[in-house]
């Protein structure tokens, strides 16, 4: 049983074991071996029980859950699918901005919905020249009237080829003559929105990742988040939040692989005895639980320093770095032990989760940029 720092832990993870094995076992690997193609009665499952909305505050229809309790939560659905996991983890990084830094008719006017699961939200930020350069946008905001008018495209958004809202970055100059990233709620049904869906992607297929084309887009003054100019700091600002989420994804990713792997090194005869008698194996085996054991006591400590409402940034990006080359360690290392049944999809989870965990060294910035980040605070 993972150790838990917290009381609340644990019933979280009982009650996702149950929502799993309903909802998640019966449907993943149709969800995975499908063309792409978005479940909104998944969807609509994730948000029925409240895990598209985990942390956000309650008076907006959210559960209210602390960073701790969000992240076992992640852990665990990552546990029993990755897809599904990121499938909860998009709205939660896309109604950050709007809880963190809304105003109080932007909360209400949204926030209940995507709680609710009527509107899915978005975070949409990259762009085919900002990708780790995230501040070098090209997509513009212009204000004509009453309204802003949007025109560019966005790449790599997760749920953009189905979202009803994005939360949409743009740079746009002021009155000085400065030109800065300002953040926008953008209401997909607009005119001059289209948006499709990316192919073949490689894991996490649960979730859907789209294109987006912005052309002459308009969205009325009060649908700016946050001040003018401020958009970047809000998007660094709930990246650094989500990092902590992708490491418990990393977590969830490593465990399982774990289990599954004590499971068939225990059942497996080669040689006359079970391979799990194999010195060979159980270092393995060792390694990747104590690897796993240090993945989430960082993610923990991140999640902890959010929760106290101290600064997390460089514990976010180590948690990050970290837990997913941990997943990486465990997935591969599973696969070994597996051989040729964890390469053929048809005989366990683990060509799967081989699949599903490297994404994780890509979104939410890139491991590269975790590093730059942890350096550049501790060198200032
Ligand atoms: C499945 C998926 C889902 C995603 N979901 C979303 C989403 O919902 N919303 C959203 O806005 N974006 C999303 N992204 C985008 C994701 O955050 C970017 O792909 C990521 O930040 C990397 O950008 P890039 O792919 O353009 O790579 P690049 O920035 O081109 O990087 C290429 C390589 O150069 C390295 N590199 C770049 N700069 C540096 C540097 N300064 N120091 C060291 N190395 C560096 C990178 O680490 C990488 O190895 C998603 C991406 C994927 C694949």
């Not at 960073?67 to 998009?90: C, F, V």
């Not at 988040?225 to 998007?235: D, T, V």
């Not at 597996?338 to 999809?345: A, D, K, Q, R």
């Amino acid at each position: 049983m993972p150790y838990n720092v917290d009381d609340r832990q644990q019933p979280i993870r009982d009650q996702i074991k149950e929502f799993a094995e309903k909802e998640i076992v019966p449907v993943y690997e149709e969800l995975d071996r499908r063309p792409e193609e978005f479940s909104r009665e998944h969807y609509k499952k994730l948000a029925k029980a409240g895990y598209v909305s985990f942390a956000m505050p309650k008076e907006y229809g959210g559960g209210g859950y602390s960073n701790i309790e969000y992240i076992t939560m992640m852990e665990e659905l990552s546990y029993w699918d990755p897809g599904t996991g990121l499938m909860a983890a998009i709205p939660q990084l896309a109604t950050y901005p709007l809880y963190a830094f809304g105003n109080e008719e932007q909360k209400k006017k949204y926030l209940p919905k995507c709680a609710s699961g009527e509107i899915i939200p978005s975070f949409v930020l990259t762009e085919r020249e900002a990708g780790s350069d995230a501040s070098n946008q090209s997509t513009t905001a212009v204000l004509e009237g009453d309204h802003y008018v949007l025109n560019g495209e966005k790449i790599f958004i997760m749920h953009g080829d189905v979202c009803d809202l994005g939360v949409v970055y743009a740079k746009m100059s002021d009155n000085a003559g400065r030109t800065r990233i300002s953040a926008f709620l953008v209401e997909t049904d607009t005119p001059g929105w289209s948006a499709r869906t990316l192919q073949h992607k490689m894991g996490m297929r649960a979730a859907t990742t789209g294109l987006i084309t912005l052309e002459n887009v308009k969205t009325p003054k009060e649908n700016m988040l946050g001040e003018q100019g401020r958009g970047f700091i809000i998007a660094l600002n709930t990246l650094d939040g989500a990092r902590i989420g992708v490491a418990a994804q990393g977590v969830g990713i490593s465990q399982r692989a774990l289990d599954e792997s004590i499971k068939y090194a225990k059942k497996r005869i080669a040689f006359g005895a079970p391979i799990a008698k194999l010195q060979a194996i159980q270092w393995m085996i060792a390694e990747m639980a104590t690897k796993t054991e240090a993945a989430r006591l960082m993610a923990y400590k991140a999640a902890t320093l959010q929760d106290n409402g101290q600064k997390y940034t460089v514990e976010a990006a180590q948690a990050k770095m970290y837990a997913t080359e941990v997943a990486r360690f465990c997935v591969d290392r599973a696969m070994q032990i597996h051989s040729g049944y964890g390469y053929i999809g048809e005989f366990s989870i683990i060509e799967k989760l081989y699949r599903d965990q490297r994404v994780t060294e890509i979104y939410e910035g890139t491991n590269e940029i975790q590093r730059f980040v942890i350096a550049n605070n501790l060198l200032r």
